[in-house]
């Protein structure tokens, strides 16, 4: 499941790019400078996402919705 979800750049020098990627979320920043480049890259496992999602939301109507959702992604 390779899925870009938003890409976009902050200033002319770095842009970022957050996806889905082999079940995980991938969040990554890369920099070009003048005289300096580097990047950064933090994945997380989507289950460990939609889990964050569901303890933050109220009620269990949307426990049942993630657990459709994460068996529709195989989790």
Same mark, same amino acid.
């Given at each position: 499941? @390779?899925? @870009?979800?938003?890409?976009?750049?902050?200033?002319?020098?770095?842009?970022?790019?957050?996806?889905?990627? &082999?079940?995980?979320l991938v969040?990554?920043?890369?920099?070009?400078?003048?005289?300096?480049?580097?990047? /950064? +890259?933090?994945?997380?496992?989507? *289950? +460990?996402?939609?889990?964050?999602? +569901?303890? *933050?939301?109220? &009620?269990?109507? @949307?426990?049942?919705?993630?657990k459709l959702?994460? +068996?529709?992604? &195989? /989790?």
């Amino acid at each position: 499941m @390779d899925k @870009d979800l938003v890409q976009g750049s902050v200033g002319p020098e770095a842009k970022y790019d957050v996806a889905f990627v &082999g079940g995980q979320l991938v969040a990554s920043l890369d920099y070009s400078g003048k005289e300096l480049g580097g990047s /950064l +890259a933090i994945k997380i496992p989507v *289950k +460990a996402v939609l889990d964050a999602i +569901a303890a *933050k939301i109220p &009620g269990t109507l @949307d426990d049942s919705i993630i657990k459709l959702i994460e +068996a529709g992604l &195989g /989790l």
